[in-house]
T-cell receptor, first 111, second 115 residues
Framework: SQTIHQWPATLVQPVGSPLSLECTVE??????LYWYRQAAGRGLQLLFY??????ISSEVPQNLSASRPQDRQFILSSKKLLLSDSGFYLC??????????FGSGTRLTVV | AQKITQTQPGMFVQEKEAVTLDCTYD???????LFWYKQPSSGEMIFLIY??????QNATEGRYSLNFQKARKSANLVISASQLGDSAMYFC????????????FGAGTRLFVKA
């Protein structure tokens, strides 16, 4: 069966520090992968999606970047975090009518 | 432009009663998919139900059903026989077929089930 792993679960980082969040998928090949951010009490905002290795599309111009060095690995990064980068980050994979499978999320607080 | 609108920030329902969560959408794409997700306080996102734009029948999954009215561009979620464990945030979402099958989400409705 397909599983998705996301880590870390929580992170507290100072302003200006770098960020790296990792997501890996098991049990499927060539998945579509997505990074979303959820502000407190709000809906999900699509940040990046990827349909294949090194194929990344950005939805919102911002302080973040994404990479997909391997088929089942999706990384969200920042060189210098801003206070506004705080939020709940969710990785997901999915195709067609089966809905997304989400990771357990990373709660990022920038201080 | 594609958009999902959920106009109910919060809803209350008595245990064992049915509740309808509203969702309207906007897209010019003739082929699209509509989804509902549940997010408990733990933060995980749980896929509940899917409706394709060409599906003739309303989707049902156990106690969940999706009331799809294509002409009105609405996709309301009906939860029958509410349980205390149904208390959570509920998100309506739409998959668009323009590149990557990305999905956009509404702002969500917080459902409170009263004992």
């Amino acid at each position: 069966s397909q599983t998705i792993h996301q880590w870390p679960a929580t992170l507290v980082q100072p302003v200006g520090s770098p960020l790296s969040l990792e997501c890996t998928v098991e049990g499927t090949s060539n998945p579509n992968l997505y990074w979303y951010r959820q502000a407190a009490g709000r809906g999900l905002q699509l940040l990046f999606y990827s349909i294949g290795i090194d194929q990344i599309s950005s939805e919102v111009p911002q302080n973040l970047s994404a990479s997909r060095p391997q088929d089942r690995q999706f990384i969200l990064s920042s060189k210098k975090l801003l206070l506004s980068d705080s939020g709940f980050y969710l990785c997901a994979w999915g195709t067609g009518s089966h809905g997304y499978t989400f990771g357990s999320g990373t709660r990022l607080t920038v201080v | 432009a594609q958009k999902i609108t959920q106009t109910q920030p919060g809803m209350f329902v008595q245990e064992k009663e049915a509740v309808t969560l509203d969702c309207t959408y906007d897209t010019s794409d003739p082929s699209y998919g509509l989804f509902w997700y549940k997010q408990p306080s733990s933060g995980e996102m749980i896929f509940l139900i899917y409706q394709g734009s060409y599906d003739q029948q309303n989707a049902t999954e156990g106690r969940y059903s999706l009331n799809f009215q294509k002409a009105r561009k609405s996709a309301n979620l009906v939860i029958s026989a509410s349980q205390l464990g149904d208390s959570a945030m509920y998100f309506c979402a739409m998959r668009v077929n323009t590149g990557g099958f990305k999905t956009i989400f509404g702002a969500g409705t917080r459902l409170f089930v009263k004992a």
